[in-house]
């Protein structure tokens, strides 16, 4: 039956997400029960493609991608796949009318990831947007429901917010992607001169995107606000705890928020949703 292989998607996106990313995870459990499966679904999505160019280092990456892309163009246009992530996407795809440039922009993001290890301005710029800011279009087409007024009031904040979760992410996973992977994605940026100088310029671009997005959250559907503020909180308390340690240690060390120190920050954020405190 169709709709036992829907059902047997969904939870196979679900599981991706549980298994890869906890603080993911958490926000997506605050979210409506409606609009879960569909962000899962995104997640999975985009972890898919994730794991071909940053861990199966022993096969041809490229054709890997190659074919990701053209089982992503095949799921869409015939509305169903045998792989139940992809199967799970298009779901969510055709449900929230959400725009192939989106993905299309998103897979170019993860070419750049096999082409280049540094960047200037402009590629950095390219690779935020793809990676990024349009995951979470994707996300806020699921959460404003067909709404072409209410999407496009709150594009411009939900670009900043994936904006900045990403370049925290490159601070805390700097030698990873440096040492691992052979990447520098800070626009000119040589970390074996990393300085508390650079350090600062690069949080304040953070704080800045951080600033913008944090009006959008108020502006959120309620479904989808508590959710993303869960989300918000975990990463204003990660970029603090890196904005309170020197640059080397950063290149030495990756930065984490414990599991007791998540479920504080689970409960503050429910508190400053509920008494409208965002």
């Known amino acids: ?28 459990r605050t979210l409506h029960h409606s609009l879960r499966n569909d962000v899962y679904a995104i997640y999975g999505f985009v972890r898919l493609a994730d794991e071909i160019v940053d861990t199966f280092h022993e096969f041809d990456k490229t054709k890997l991608l190659e074919k990701f892309r053209q089982d992503t163009v095949d799921a869409i246009q015939q509305r ?18 959400i725009e192939w440039e989106l993905v299309d922009q998103f897979l170019i993001s993860m070419e750049m990831d096999l082409t280049m290890g540094s960047h200037d301005r402009d590629s ?65 940026l040589d970390w074996s001169a990393f300085s508390e100088k650079v350090k600062g310029q690069i949080e304040q671009e953070i704080h800045e995107d951080f600033e913008e997005a944090r009006a959008g959250i108020r502006m959120l559907p309620r479904e989808a606000r508590f959710g993303v503020y869960v989300a918000y909180v975990y990463y204003q308390r990660l970029f603090q705890k890196i904005k309170s340690v020197p640059a080397d240690h950063i290149m030495n060390h990756r930065i ?23």
């Open 1 to 28: 039956m169709k709709e036992l292989y829907e059902i047997v998607s969904a939870a196979s996106s679900r599981k991706v997400a549980h298994t890869y990313s906890t603080s993911f995870s958490i926000g997506i």
């Open 80 to 97: 169903i796949s045998l792989n139940p992530v992809l199967h799970s996407f298009q779901l969510a795809y055709h449900r929230n009318n």
């Open 124 to 188: 950095f710029n390219t690779y935020i947007l793809g990676s990024a800011e349009v995951v979470g279009l994707m996300c806020l087409r699921v959460f404003t429901k067909g709404d072409e007024g209410q999407y496009r009031d709150l594009k411009p904040f939900a670009m900043r917010l994936g904006a900045a979760f990403q370049k925290i992410n490159f601070l805390r996973d700097v030698k990873d992607d440096f040492e691992g992977k052979g990447r520098t994605y800070f626009p000119g």
């Open 256 to 278: 984490r928020i414990s599991n007791t120190r998540k479920m504080f920050l689970f409960m503050r954020s429910y508190y400053e949703h509920n008494l409208n405190l965002i």
